[in-house]
């Protein structure tokens, strides 16, 4: 994590934020009177705000929890999906309906 004055991100800003972007790391902006603010890439936020949602419930961080042991330990099953020579299809989108 790094850090910079909202002043030298003012004024380096390309560059920052290409640092940013090939780091795959955060930047801390420190402001005037304690205003702080983070920047991060997209990707970034939305895996945390993924993250967030699958720990968001009890249940669903235990089971997370027990897979990551599972798979450490080796306690694994392979299972085939039938997929492999089926060519990906995107699903189809419903025409709204038009009102007349």
Not at 14 to 29: H, S
Not at 62 to 85: A, F, W, Y
Request: charge should be positive; proline fraction near 4%.
């Amino acid at each position: 994590m790094k850090t910079a004055t909202i002043t030298d991100f003012r004024n380096r800003m390309k560059e920052r934020l290409q640092e940013i972007e090939d780091d795959q790391d955060i930047l801390i902006l420190t402001g005037p009177k304690k205003r702080d603010f983070v920047v991060l890439t997209l990707e970034q936020y939305n895996a945390m705000e993924e993250t967030t949602h699958l720990m968001s419930s009890r249940t669903n961080t235990k089971r997370l929890l027990e897979s990551i042991g599972q798979d450490r330990s080796g306690n694994v099953t392979k299972h085939k999906l039938g997929l492999e020579n089926k060519p990906l299809q995107s699903p189809r989108k419903k025409k709204p309906k038009v009102r007349k």
